[in-house]
């Protein structure tokens, strides 16, 4: 079983629409969980941590999470075409010293 | 802003060759981490150092592998004779986390290192 899963996608998007990008992952004692925005060519960038049961709003960008079902999501409210990117969840793993990255998913908002 | 500084940007060896990528991490960070993704798939673990000694590593990070921290600013990840399929972009990042704060773990990334094995 592959410890962080998500959709490859692409997902695609038009300009000012809600973006759903979904993660599940399979260590139980996982605590904390990131997720990243990477460009083509460049490196990962946070852009959201949650740590605790529900919703965690900032800006246009609401990260939940459920632990019972280990389950994270990422909502892009407004989309807009310079968030056309791999979205990379991240786990932090019970031990506390390894975070481990799900292979991504490709967004393209198209204008 | 501060930033995680890596060097150089590209690196070319032959197979067999040994490299050193270079680390410079943001200066009041504790924790010192490098990942790997080789093109068109996944951000890859590494290794994990704090307080001058490895505290994770991966199934990957075998005895072709080491990292060290030189002096107060760098750190470095060596690579012993370079296999082809060691070429990847290497990534350098450093954490601030303190004390217990486990949870507030948030890793800031360098550039990376294109390695390219000949």
């Known amino acids: 079983q592959k410890e962080v899963e998500q959709n490859s996608g692409p997902l695609s998007v038009p300009e000012g629409a809600i973006a759903s990008l979904n993660c599940t992952y399979s260590d139980r004692g996982s605590q904390s969980f990131f997720w990243y925005r990477q460009y083509s060519g460049k490196s990962p960038e946070l852009i959201m941590s949650i740590y605790s049961n529900g919703d965690k709003e900032d800006g246009r960008f609401t990260a939940q999470l459920n632990k019972a079902s280990q389950y994270v999501s990422l909502l892009i409210r407004d989309s807009q075409p310079s968030d056309s990117a791999t979205y990379l969840c991240?786990?932090?793993?019970?031990?506390?010293?390894?975070?481990?990255f799900g292979a991504g998913t490709r967004l393209f908002v198209k204008a | 802003e501060p930033e995680v500084t890596q060097t150089p940007s590209h690196q070319v060896t032959q197979m067999g060759q040994e490299v050193i990528l270079r680390c410079v991490p943001i200066s009041n960070h504790l924790y010192f981490y490098w990942y790997r993704q080789i093109l068109g798939q996944k951000v890859e673990f590494l290794v994990s150092f704090y307080n001058n000694e490895i505290s994770e590593k991966s199934e990957i990070f075998d005895d072709q592998f080491s990292v060290e921290r030189p002096d107060g600013s760098n750190f470095t990840l060596k690579i012993r004779s370079t296999k082809l399929e060691d070429s990847a972009m290497y990534f350098c990042?450093?954490?601030?986390?303190?004390?217990?704060?486990?949870?507030?773990?948030?890793?800031?990334f360098g550039s990376g290192t294109q390695l390219s094995v000949l």
């Open positions: 990042a450093s954490s601030e986390r303190s004390g217990t704060e486990i949870k507030r773990e948030k890793l800031f």
């Open positions: 991240a786990v932090l793993n019970t031990g506390g010293f390894k975070t481990i």
